[in-house]
């Protein structure tokens, strides 16, 4: 099995990183992709920590070290790709790790702030000759269907990638199931964490969950999100 898991860390990390860390540590995924990751002294003691559980590939983007950011860890060989032409103000939003079966983007989407990171991907960067893996944080969803009410900005920009062959893994693996990956102060719950894998690659999806115990512990305010392929 090959797993891969997504997570939004919230702001860093902070004084939960020594937790963060054994979490990670408990399933040692293959890959890990993480969003709101920061270039600070957090940051660094963070990828210390994965380079000695055996993340030697390490994907980190050239933001501010107050700016939440996307990255990419792997156990094994990978090619990194950064993208500073992908919005003039989010290039640090999208990475990617290139591996010979398949490339593994790691997102990490601003919530409600005009990007063009959907149209980076739709519109280009996934005319790619291998298929793709879209993880992480995407702050946004199917309005009526991945939230109760309908305040999700890029919907539509979903559709798009849906258009461009490429599949929300958890929905093909669980259906209309209602589950979310993150909650407001008022309990309203939201769908914002996402796996979107091209069709291609659907034969090889054994599951596609959220780990929701590691938010209920106080891990970050998002429930991180595995994939396992079958290999």
């Not at 103000?89 to 601003?110: E, K, L, Q, W």
């Not at 991945?146 to 890029?154: E, I, T, V």
Request: hydrophobic residues 35%; aromatic residues 14%.
């Amino acid at each position: 099995m090959f797993d891969i898991l997504s997570w939004n860390i919230r702001q860093g990390g902070g004084s939960r990183l020594t937790k963060i860390v054994k979490a990670i540590e408990s399933i040692k995924p293959e890959v890990l992709a993480l969003s709101e990751f920061r270039n600070n002294k957090s940051g660094l003691q963070l990828r210390t920590s994965l380079l000695r559980l055996g993340y030697r590939y390490q994907v980190v983007s050239h933001a501010d070290q107050d700016v939440n950011s996307a990255c990419l860890f792997s156990l094994y060989p990978c090619s990194s790709s950064l993208f500073p032409k992908c919005d003039e103000t989010y290039d640090h939003n999208i990475v990617c790790g290139r591996m010979p079966a398949f490339d593994i983007y790691s997102v990490y989407f601003p919530h409600k702030k005009k990007h063009k990171l959907f149209e980076f991907l739709t519109e280009g960067e996934l005319q790619a000759d291998q298929p793709a893996i879209i993880v992480g944080d995407y702050n946004t969803g199917k309005n009526f269907i991945d939230q109760a009410g309908n305040s999700f900005w890029y919907s539509e920009q979903l559709a798009a990638l849906e258009k461009k062959g490429y599949a929300d893994a958890f929905r093909h693996m669980h259906g209309d199931k209602k589950e979310y990956s993150w909650f407001s102060h008022q309990g309203n719950g939201y769908r914002y964490d996402h796996t979107y894998i091209s069709e291609s690659l659907l034969p090889f999806v054994s599951e596609c969950k959220y780990l929701q115990q590691w938010r209920e512990d106080g891990l970050s305010d998002h429930a991180p999100m595995l994939l396992t392929l079958k290999v």
